[in-house]
């Protein structure tokens, strides 16, 4: 079983877990003898205590070091080969039995313009490059598994910044129509990026903006709950009421904002040019849909 963060290269094949987060946060699956990280896992904390919880091998290549909690206990230079020896077919049947069970939660809970099913839409659109942003964008893009495209992300403590712009370099780069999927906040914190000088190459580049108002992301931590209500909208919601549509006007870039899936679907057809595809949403319901989400998960793979 393979779990593969947005940005990692996976393709998408049987291995690949639907909603790893939630299936691993279910805590009923076989445990590992032994896990494989290749690459610097960033997004899942379930993720993490899946190493710490076997004996673990990380892929370093080169001079890399990717394991910042040194917690491997052994650092390889690449995937290893297998020896071969008897293999168990109910320990990878049980893990695609419990992705084909989330993906049937997802089926049947993610309606209309959410924010999984924004992602969806994306993630389906940007068979070329798709350029995502931190917090909760790319952690709905982990529900769904790999795309056709590439996807790159920015991760870490500074993984807001310069998104717009990093959008538009790898759109250049890339040569061909390119996709990006922001929340607000990162879309606000660089929304000079969309300032192009006059005698500047503009790429083929959709940005879609999930426009919630604020960081949905942290409703979903423990900041979200009991006892921090006082704080949180100041804090961590921090809502804007920015006017996307006026500020798009103002820098004289296209702006749409579908409010059904077909809307979606036609804004998100390939197009020459710099546009912003702005889909609302309300945070409040995406943390209560990321609960539903989370228990109906744990309630399809009880023993």
Not at 23 to 50: I, K
Not at 195 to 211: K, N, Q, T, W
Not at 234 to 261: M, N, S
Request: contains cysteine; hydrophobic residues 50%; neutral net charge.
């Amino acid at each position: 079983p393979v779990v593969a963060e947005p940005s990692s290269s996976a393709r998408p094949a049987r291995e690949v877990v639907l909603a790893p987060e939630l299936v691993l946060a279910a805590g009923v699956l076989p445990a590992p003898d032994r896990v494989l990280v290749v690459g610097r896992p960033t997004l899942s904390r379930a993720v993490g205590r899946l190493a710490a919880s076997a004996p673990c091998d990380v892929v370093a290549s080169g001079s890399s070091w990717p394991d910042a909690g040194r917690r491997a206990d052994r650092v390889l230079p690449a995937v290893p080969v297998p020896s071969g020896g008897e293999v168990d077919p109910a320990w990878l049947a049980a893990w695609r039995a419990a992705s084909q069970a989330a993906g049937q939660v997802l089926a049947d809970g993610v309606e209309g313009l959410v924010e999984p099913a924004v992602a969806r839409e994306v993630l389906a659109a940007a068979t070329g490059l798709l350029v995502v942003g931190s917090s909760k964008p790319v952690r709905d893009l982990f529900l769904w598994g790999p795309g056709a495209g590439r996807v790159l992300a920015n991760r870490g403590v500074a993984g807001i910044d310069g998104m717009v712009s990093t959008a538009v370099g790898a759109a250049l780069a890339h040569g061909g129509q390119s996709y990006a999927l922001l929340g607000d906040l990162t879309f606000l914190h660089d929304a000079n990026g969309l300032v192009l000088g006059p005698h500047e190459p503009r790429p083929d580049l959709c940005v879609v903006v999930v426009s919630n108002d604020g960081g949905a992301i942290f409703g979903t931590l423990e900041q979200g709950g009991a006892g921090h209500e006082a704080a949180f909208e100041r804090v961590f919601g921090t809502p804007h009421g920015v006017d996307l549509a006026a500020l798009c006007a103002a820098t004289r870039t296209p702006h749409v904002r579908p409010t059904t899936r077909d809307e979606l679907r036609a804004a998100l057809r390939p197009a020459p040019g710099l546009r912003v595809v702005e889909v609302r949403t309300d945070r409040h319901d995406a943390v209560a849909l990321h609960a539903r989400l989370v228990a109906g998960v744990a309630a399809a793979l009880a023993p």
